[in-house]
C-alpha cells in the first residue's frame, strides 16, 4: 500500500504550475489527494511528477457574483460545506458536501479536484452537471470555460487536455422558492452510492415548477442528467409519474455490489424520493 | 528521485527532516518521528485510525504526503493530553468503555477532538454520521457514542 516513487513539486502560480505540469508527459496535477493517493497507494496511477497546487495563489476563494457563484479549484470540501455564502447561493452544493467521504476526507478534498477526477459516483460532478454550471480551466494557450455538459467524457475522463489545470468552478445561485435533495442508497454511509439522485427544483408563485434539475449517479460511467424527468416535471408531472422516466437512455453495468437492473431501479427510486423532498423543501 | 527539506512543528515541537515524495504522513510520523501512537489500518483511507490533527483539522495521515505539510502544525494522540493527566476525552473513554483492543482509538480521539464544537450541537444520530470516517471492530460503537457526549456536556468519568 506504499505509492510508487515519484517528484514532487509546489509551485506559488498558475503559469508555474502549467509549467511544471508541460514538462513532463506523465506529471499529474495533485489537489487533495484524497483519491489519487489511493490509486498510488494500489499502484493504479503511476505518474513521475505530482503538481501540487496547495500553494497556489488564488485558487482559495469562493466568490459570489450575483446569478453565479464562483469556487475556486482548491477550496476545501470542508469550508464550502460551512460557508454561509454557499449555503445560501447553492444550498445544493452543502447538501451534496455532506455525502462526501467522511469530515476527514473533506478536510483535505477540494472542490475542483473532485470534479477533475470525474468519478461518476461522486457528488459534485453530479452538482455541477444537474445546475448546468460550468468549469474555468488555464493552459499554455490560455484560459477557456467548459460547460458541464462538455466536461465528462466518460469513466474518470473529462475534456480538460492534458496540460491544462481546472482553476474555478460555476454554478448558477439559486432563486427564490428553490427546494433541493439529495438522496442516495449507498452500502454504508459515505461509501460511494450504488445510486444517487441530485434534485433542485424552483417554483413560482402559484407553486407550479418553473426550474427542474436532476442527475443521477452510479448509473453510468459519467453523471447522468435525467432531461425527461426534467421535461416531465416542468409539464406537470407528479413526483411519482416523472420518477418512472428516470432509466430512460441508462444501461448501467452489473458488479458485485448491484446488477445493473437493480440500478435502474434505485434511478427510479431515488429520482422519485428526491424529486418529492426537493418539492417539499421549495413549497 | 529527489528528496525535499521540510519543517513540520508536531505536538509543538519543531522538526526538520529530509523526506522522498512518497513518503506518507503516518509513516513519517511512525517511522521518522517514532510517534507510533497514530495507528495504520487500511492505507488507503477508508478505516480512520490513522486520523491526525492538520493545523486544526482532522485528516487522514495516509492520505497525506509528508512533503505537503512542510510548514504546517500537526497534532498526533500524544499531543492530546499534557502531562499524565488524560485528556478529559480520554477519560471519558476510559469511563465508558469506548475501547476494547484500542487499535482505533488513537484516530478516533484525534477525530472527535478536531469535531468537539460542531459535536457539542448534535443529537445520538447526527454524533453516529459525524464519526462514520472511523472504524472499530470490537465496541460497536455504543461506548463512543456516550464517551463523546460525557465529553461535551463536561461530565468527569471515573470508570463505571
Keep these: 500500500m506504499k505509492p510508487p516513487d515519484f517528484d514532487y513539486v509546489a509551485p506559488t502560480s498558475v503559469d508555474d504550475a502549467i509549467k511544471a505540469l508541460g514538462s513532463d508527459a506523465e506529471a499529474k496535477v495533485l489537489a487533495g489527494g484524497q483519491s489519487l493517493i489511493p490509486l498510488l497507494a494500489f499502484r493504479l496511477a503511476g505518474p513521475s511528477l505530482l503538481v501540487d497546487l496547495a500553494r497556489v495563489d488564488g485558487l482559495d476563494h469562493i466568490t459570489d457574483e450575483g446569478d453565479r457563484l464562483v469556487i475556486g479549484a482548491m477550496t476545501r470540501q470542508r469550508r464550502a460545506e460551512r460557508d454561509p455564502v454557499v449555503a445560501e447561493r447553492c444550498p445544493l452544493l452543502v447538501e451534496s458536501l455532506r455525502h462526501v467521504g467522511h469530515p476527514q476526507i473533506r478536510s483535505r478534498g477540494t472542490i475542483g479536484g473532485s470534479v477533475a477526477h470525474a468519478d461518476p459516483a461522486a457528488e459534485l460532478p453530479a452538482v455541477v452537471l444537474a445546475l448546468g454550471g460550468r468549469v474555468h480551466v488555464t493552459g499554455h494557450s490560455g484560459d477557456r470555460t467548459i460547460e458541464a455538459e462538455d466536461l465528462f467524457q466518460g469513466f474518470l475522463s473529462t475534456s480538460i487536455e492534458d496540460g491544462e489545470i481546472l482553476t474555478a468552478v460555476e454554478v448558477p445561485a439559486s432563486g427564490p422558492r428553490t427546494g433541493w435533495s439529495v438522496v442516495e442508497i449507498a452500502r454504508r454511509p459515505g461509501d460511494y452510492a450504488l445510486c444517487g439522485a441530485l434534485c433542485q427544483l424552483q417554483l413560482d408563485d402559484a407553486g407550479a415548477v418553473v426550474d427542474a434539475h436532476l442527475a443521477l449517479i452510479g448509473v453510468g460511467d459519467r453523471p447522468m442528467r435525467a432531461h425527461a424527468v426534467e421535461a416531465a416535471v416542468l409539464g406537470g408531472a407528479s413526483p411519482v409519474e416523472a420518477a418512472t422516466l428516470a432509466p430512460d437512455g441508462l444501461s448501467p453495468g452489473s458488479d458485485v455490489h448491484a446488477s445493473s437492473d437493480y440500478r435502474l431501479h434505485l434511478a427510479t427510486v431515488t429520482s422519485r424520493r428526491a424529486l418529492t423532498q426537493a418539492l417539499e423543501s421549495a413549497a | ?160
Design chain 2, 1 to 160: 528521485m529527489t528528496t525535499h527539506d521540510i519543517t513540520v512543528e508536531v505536538n509543538g515541537v519543531a522538526y526538520d527532516r529530509t523526506v522522498p515524495p512518497r513518503l506518507l504522513l503516518s509513516d513519517f510520523l511512525r517511522h521518522e518521528l517514532h510517534l507510533t501512537g497514530t495507528h495504520v489500518g487500511c492505507e488507503h483511507g477508508v478505516c480512520g485510525a490513522c486520523t491526525v490533527q492538520l493545523d486544526g483539522d482532522g485528516v487522514r495521515s495516509c492520505l497525506l504526503f509528508a512533503v505537503q505539510v512542510d510548514g504546517c502544525a500537526i497534532k498526533t494522540v500524544e499531543g492530546l493530553a499534557s502531562g499524565p493527566e488524560l485528556h478529559p476525552l480520554q477519560a471519558a473513554f476510559s469511563g465508558a468503555h469506548a475501547l476494547q483492543c484500542g487499535f482505533c482509538t488513537p484516530g478516533f480521539l484525534m477525530a472527535i477532538d478536531s469535531m468537539l464544537d460542531e459535536l457539542s450541537a448534535m443529537n445520538e444520530a447526527e454524533i453516529r454520521e459525524a464519526l462514520s470516517g472511523n472504524i472499530c471492530r470490537c465496541t460497536g460503537y455504543q461506548g463512543i457514542v456516550e464517551a463523546v457526549q460525557a465529553t461535551v456536556a463536561g461530565d468527569k468519568h471515573d470508570g463505571r
